[in-house]
C-alpha cells in the first residue's frame, strides 16, 4: 500500500534557528497535507498543498509531486511550535488520509 | 470555527468490557473518521462515515464497530475490549472528499485497557 515517510524523526532546536522537515511518498497523486499536533493534544491543519510552495507566517511548505516529496521549513524557530508534524496523503480512491510516523520537534530556549 | 468534540477525554477500562466512545460536530460536514495513534504508528484509520446511517471499514477495523445516528455523531464501539487496544483515538470529519479537504480533528480520548 501507500507509504508515507517522514524525517528526521525527532529534532532539537535552539530557539531562533531553523528547521527543514521532509515527507516522502511512495505514489504520485496530487495533494499534501501537513498537520500539527500540539504536546499531548490534538492535531490542527497547517497546509494543504497539492505541489509549489505555500507560505503562512514563518512557515513555508513545498511540494514536488514528480519528486514524490514535500517539505515543510519553519524559521526563527519559537518554543511554541514544539510538538510533532505529521504529512498525509490521500489514498487513490480518495477517502482517507495516509499519515506519516511525524516528526518530533523540541525547540529549547 | 469548526468544532469537533470527542467525550470521555480518557477512559480506563477492564480487559473484555465494552467501552463507547463518542463524537460530536457542528460543522455541518458528511464526512467522519475515527483514527487511532500508537507510538512508531502514526495515525491509522479504524471506521470512517460519509452519510448518517452508514459506516465504512478502515485499514484496521477489527475489534470495533462504528455507530452514525445522525450527521453530528459518531460513535466507536469496542464490544470486547483488549490490551492492544491501548491508544489514543481521534475522530475528525470533513465537508467533503477527494482528498481536497483537510480534516479538523477532536481533541482525542486516551484509552487505558488493564
Known amino acids: 500500500g501507500q507509504q508515507v515517510q517522514q524525517s528526521p524523526a525527532s529534532l532539537v532546536l535552539q530557539e531562533g534557528e531553523n528547521a527543514e522537515l521532509q515527507c516522502n511518498f511512495s505514489t504520485s497523486l496530487n495533494s499534501m497535507q501537513w498537520f500539527y499536533q500540539r504536546p499531548g493534544g490534538s492535531l490542527v491543519s497547517l497546509f494543504y498543498n497539492p505541489s509549489g510552495t505555500k507560505h503562512s507566517g514563518r512557515l513555508t511548505s513545498t511540494t514536488v509531486i514528480k519528486e514524490r516529496r514535500s517539505s515543510l521549513h519553519i524559521s526563527s524557530s519559537q518554543t511554541t511550535d514544539s510538538g510533532t508534524y505529521l504529512c498525509a496523503l490521500p489514498c487513490n480512491m480518495g477517502y482517507k488520509l495516509t499519515f506519516g510516523t511525524g516528526t518530533s520537534l523540541l525547540v529549547d530556549p | 470555527e469548526a468544532a469537533v468534540t470527542q467525550s470521555p477525554r480518557s477512559k480506563v477500562a477492564v480487559t473484555g468490557g465494552k467501552v463507547t466512545l463518542s463524537c460530536h460536530q457542528t460543522?455541518?460536514?458528511?464526512?467522519m473518521y475515527w483514527y487511532r495513534q500508537d507510538t512508531g504508528h502514526g495515525l491509522r484509520l479504524i471506521h470512517y462515515s460519509y452519510v448518517a446511517d452508514s459506516t465504512e471499514k478502515g485499514d484496521i477495523p477489527d475489534g470495533y464497530k462504528a455507530s452514525r445516528p445522525s450527521q453530528e455523531n459518531f460513535s466507536l464501539i469496542l464490544e470486547l475490549a483488549s490490551l492492544s487496544q491501548t491508544a489514543v483515538y481521534f475522530c475528525?470529519?470533513?465537508?467533503?472528499?477527494?482528498?481536497?479537504?483537510?480534516?479538523?480533528f477532536g481533541a482525542g480520548t486516551r484509552l487505558s485497557v488493564l
Open positions: 460543522n455541518n460536514h458528511d464526512y
Open positions: 475528525a470529519s470533513s465537508p467533503d472528499w477527494g482528498g481536497q479537504n483537510t480534516l479538523y
